[in-house]
């Protein structure tokens, strides 16, 4: 008997961790797409014509704080780091890739992607190894 009990939790702790994982994929392209997927508009220096953009210093941060807070929430709700930080890695990378891919003239967008997915790797693996750290302590 205490088989099967043990065999019915892991069987629907997969299935949280799966459903958890889609949500955490959608919520990810959602928190690309908000800050900084919707926005293509480039800014014109009227003095000295150089262009920059899409993207503006406080979008990037906003994503970021938001990125931050799912990687804490999903952590709090008990999604291991090997689902997270993977799943928010690929999902904001390949949301990034698609829009760089069509407005790319240079063919660099694949460097930026590398980029984008190192960056991922490393701030969600971070913030979720902080978060587990504090969530542990606050257990003891």
Do not use: K
């Amino acid at each position: 008997m205490d088989h099967r009990q043990d065999a019915t939790g892991s069987a629907s702790n997969r299935v949280r961790s799966v459903l958890g994982a889609v949500v955490l994929a959608g919520l990810t392209i959602a928190t690309w797409w908000s800050w900084l997927g919707s926005d293509t508009t480039y800014q014109v220096d009227p003095v000295t014509g150089q262009r920059t953009g899409p993207y503006e210093a406080w979008q990037v941060a906003g994503c970021v704080l938001c990125l931050v807070v799912l990687a804490v929430v999903a952590t709090m709700i008990g999604l291991h780091q090997w689902v997270v930080v993977p799943v928010m890695s690929v999902a904001f990378t390949v949301a990034w890739s698609g829009a760089a891919i069509a407005a790319d003239r240079s063919g660099l967008w694949g460097v930026g992607a590398v980029m984008v997915a190192v960056g991922m790797v490393v701030g969600s693996y971070v913030v979720v190894s902080a978060a587990r750290t504090v969530l542990a302590r606050r257990q003891r």
